[in-house]
Every structure is written in C-alpha cells, then in structure tokens.
C-alpha cells in the first residue's frame, strides 16, 4: 500500500486506486498524510477543511471523513491505519509508504553520495526520487493549509532536477541534458539555473553559438517579465564561454 502525495493524492493498493471519496475527504488524507506518525487535532483539520468559516457540523463530517478513509485503508489491509488520539487522529505508516517521505530519503541519499563524489550513483538516486512524481504536489486539494507545502514539494522538485542535470553533466551526457533542459526552461522560463545548464551543455557539445544565443534568451524573458538582468553567475557564464574558457 502507498499514499501517494506528489501528484493528485492516492491511496493505491495493488496497484489500484481507491476511492478515497470526494474534496473534503482528500483534504482530510493529505493533511495526515503530511504528518506521519504525528497527531493532528480535530481543530486542525476543520481548519484545512474549511478555514475561517467552518459550519457548525464541522466536528461531525470530519469524523464521517476520518470513517470513510478508514474503510478505504481496511481494504487495502491497514484497518488500523488511522487511529484516534486526543485531541485528534493519528496516520500511522512507514515512512516507506508514502511517496514524499520516500522522495525526502532518496534526495538525502543523494547529496551523501554526491558529497563523496559518487556522482553516478547520486544522478541515478535523483532519477528514482523524480520518478515518483505524477504532477504537481498534491494536486487538486483545495485547502489554504495544504497550499505552502505543496508548493515547497514542488521547489524541492525543482531543485533535485536541477542537481540531476548538473550530476548527469560531469557524466557527459550533454545531449540527454540539452533535450530535456529545453522541455522545462519552456515551462519555468525565469529559472536561471535551467538556463545556465543548458548554456553548459551546449558549449560543452561544441555549440557556442546557440550556448550565448541561450543568454540572450534568458535576458529578454528576465527584462520583459521581472525587468531584471541576469544574476551574477549568468552573466559570468556568458564571459567564460566568449573566452572560450578551459574551465
């Protein structure tokens, strides 16, 4: 059984989805699901459900969702998966069934063998931690509390594909990685690093021209849209590939 988070929430058994029942219910799930192992109380969740304007029945529906979750976690062999515990409830799982926990860990066992240049292992971690991805962190909950975590993941997701490349250009594989930095600085074109890697990896497979025509690139969408320069390192970047520095 995994609950999956990084993507739209999923209670999958067997590898099948269960019904996990309609917006409030997934509300419900994904705050527990976001505390493993750690008491969430009642208030908390009325809260997530419903924010400053909760109806008077609050208490009772988030106890018919708590019920319903139950159910779902009964078939997939868990009964006890959710337990009572004042002033709240309790998820109770491994850390191993739930796909951001698992991610956390496999970005962690990444930057340790990064740290001691074990550069293939630590791009083949980060590969197996974006796999888990479906899309957006917890896609489709509507809820204020669960908002500012979901868009943590989603920088966190950001951030290991950015250390992957990186990783995967010390490997040469300067191909792959132009092919797939160009699919993503068309989905985030104010990211600089993406910019910078590609700038990279194209110089680096004999490219200078398209390497400093990706700088003009990354200036105008940086001047049209924030009305900013490039940072520091962008720009030292360009100088070094004009240069045609060794490094």
Same mark, same amino acid.
């Given at each position: 059984?995994? /609950?999956r /988070?990084?993507?739209p929430?999923?209670?999958?058994?067997k590898?099948?989805?269960?019904d996990?029942?309609?917006?409030?219910?997934?509300?419900?799930?994904?705050?527990?699901?976001?505390?493993v192992?750690?008491?969430?109380?009642?208030?908390q969740?009325?809260?997530?459900?419903?924010?400053?304007?909760p109806?008077?029945?609050?208490?009772?529906?988030?106890?018919?969702?708590?019920?319903?979750?139950?159910?779902q976690?009964a078939r997939?062999g868990?009964?006890?998966?959710?337990?009572?515990?004042a002033?709240?409830?309790?998820l109770e799982?491994?850390?191993?069934?739930v796909? %951001?926990?698992?991610f956390?860990?496999?970005?962690?066992?990444?930057r340790e063998?990064?740290?001691?240049?074990?550069v293939?292992?630590?791009?083949a971690?980060l590969?197996?931690?974006?796999?888990?991805?479906?899309?957006?962190?917890?896609?489709?909950?509507p809820?204020?509390s669960?908002r500012?975590?979901?868009?943590?993941?989603d920088?966190r997701?950001?951030?290991?594909i950015?250390?992957?490349l990186r990783?995967?250009?010390l490997?040469?594989?300067?191909?792959?990685?132009c092919?797939?930095l160009?699919?993503?600085?068309?989905?985030?074109?104010l990211?600089?690093?993406?910019?910078?890697l590609?700038m990279?990896?194209l110089?680096? %497979?004999g490219?200078?021209?398209?390497?400093?025509?990706?700088?003009?690139?990354?200036?105008?969408?940086?001047?049209?849209?924030?009305?900013i320069?490039?940072?520091?390192?962008?720009r030292d970047?360009?100088q070094?590939?004009?240069r045609q520095?060794?490094?």
């Amino acid at each position: 059984m995994i /609950l999956r /988070l990084l993507g739209p929430v999923e209670l999958v058994h067997k590898g099948r989805a269960l019904d996990v029942g309609g917006p409030r219910q997934r509300v419900v799930l994904a705050m527990l699901g976001l505390n493993v192992n750690r008491t969430l109380s009642t208030e908390q969740l009325i809260d997530a459900v419903w924010g400053d304007a909760p109806p008077v029945t609050a208490r009772g529906q988030i106890q018919v969702a708590i019920s319903t979750l139950r159910k779902q976690f009964a078939r997939a062999g868990r009964p006890d998966a959710i337990r009572t515990r004042a002033p709240g409830y309790v998820l109770e799982l491994a850390p191993e069934s739930v796909d %951001s926990l698992e991610f956390d860990r496999l970005v962690t066992s990444a930057r340790e063998d990064s740290r001691a240049d074990r550069v293939t292992e630590a791009a083949a971690t980060l590969r197996k931690a974006l796999d888990l991805w479906r899309g957006p962190a917890l896609d489709g909950v509507p809820s204020d509390s669960v908002r500012p975590v979901a868009r943590h993941y989603d920088d966190r997701r950001l951030a290991a594909i950015e250390e992957c490349l990186r990783l995967e250009l010390l490997l040469a594989r300067h191909g792959e990685v132009c092919a797939e930095l160009t699919v993503l600085i068309g989905r985030y074109p104010l990211r600089e690093r993406l910019y910078e890697l590609l700038m990279l990896a194209l110089y680096r %497979s004999g490219r200078q021209a398209e390497a400093l025509a990706t700088f003009q690139r990354a200036r105008r969408a940086l001047v049209e849209e924030m009305g900013i320069e490039p940072g520091q390192e962008l720009r030292d970047l360009e100088q070094a590939i004009l240069r045609q520095s060794p490094a």
